[in-house]
T-cell receptor, first 115, second 115 residues
Framework: NAGVTQTPKFRVLKTGQSMTLLCAQDMNHEYMYWYRQDPGMGLRLIHYSVGEGTTAKGEVPDGYNVSRLKKQNFLLGLESAAPSQTSVYFC??????????????FGEGSRLTVL | GDSVTQMEGPVTLSEEAFLTINCTYTATGYPSLFWYVQYPGEGLQLLLKATKADDKGSNKGFEATYRKETTSFHLEKGSVQVSDSAVYFCALRANSGGSNYKLTFGKGTLLTVNP
């Protein structure tokens, strides 16, 4: 019972490099999210998707791009990494039903360090 | 906009002590309220939730009551255990601008329980 799986779990980049984080969910959820977690800041929403082929900006979208080509996958890309993007990234998903009460299911996180 | 304010940590308690983590919110309408827990090295998972005023969410000995008059959703547990050591996040989801996609988190409270 995999749930939400993130790869890679750890990555070290140099400033200016690019990379993609992959999130895969096997629960047939419509909605998917990317958050970043920083000390003293809680979780902040980067981008989200309400269905295959759709994406939208969250609170802190600058420097990131996303794609949702398949319902089960949500990719987060950094085109030119900056030290300010050092963080722990969490993917989450939920079903479209449940209205305001729907539960978010989280992956285990991806720790990214940009030198 | 929507916001969540929770008590700053860290909170350190001895085993079997009483726990309260305060959470207040600002939102339009009638949001759903949540507590998520993050154990070391893991993603967040739902601890409990409440969807309307005076509802009490409960799970694993934790409780929180949705108080609309004080816009609060304080987390309590009568007797904490070492295994409760984790970061606790208060969160809300409201109908903001007709959208209920976004979950707004507080900054998190680190709880450490000593034997």
């Amino acid at each position: 019972n995999a749930g939400v799986t993130q790869t890679p779990k750890f990555r070290v980049l140099k400033t200016g490099q690019s990379m993609t984080l992959l999130c895969a969910q096997d629960m047939n959820h419509e909605y998917m999210y990317w958050y970043r977690q920083d000390p003293g800041m809680g979780l902040r929403l980067i981008h989200y998707s309400v269905g295959e082929g759709t994406t939208a900006k969250g609170e802190v979208p600058d420097g990131y791009n996303v794609s949702r080509l398949k319902k089960q996958n949500f990719l987060l890309g950094l085109e030119s990494a900056a030290p300010s993007q050092t963080s722990v990234y969490f993917c989450a998903s939920r079903e479209s039903g449940g209205g305001l009460a729907g539960e978010l299911f989280f992956g285990e996180g991806s720790r990214l360090t940009v030198l | 906009g929507d916001s969540v304010t929770q008590m700053e940590g860290p909170v350190t308690l001895s085993e079997e002590a009483f726990l309260t983590i305060n959470c207040t919110y600002t939102a339009t309408g009638y949001p759903s309220l949540f507590w998520y827990v993050q154990y070391p090295g893991e993603g967040l998972q739902l601890l409990l939730k409440a969807t309307k005023a005076d509802d009490k969410g409960s799970n694993k000995g934790f409780e929180a009551t949705y108080r609309k008059e004080t816009t609060s959703f304080h987390l309590e547990k009568g007797s904490v255990q070492v295994s409760d050591s984790a970061v606790y996040f208060c969160a809300l989801r409201a109908n903001s601008g007709g959208s209920n996609y976004k979950l707004t988190f507080g900054k998190g409270t680190l709880l450490t329980v000593n034997p």
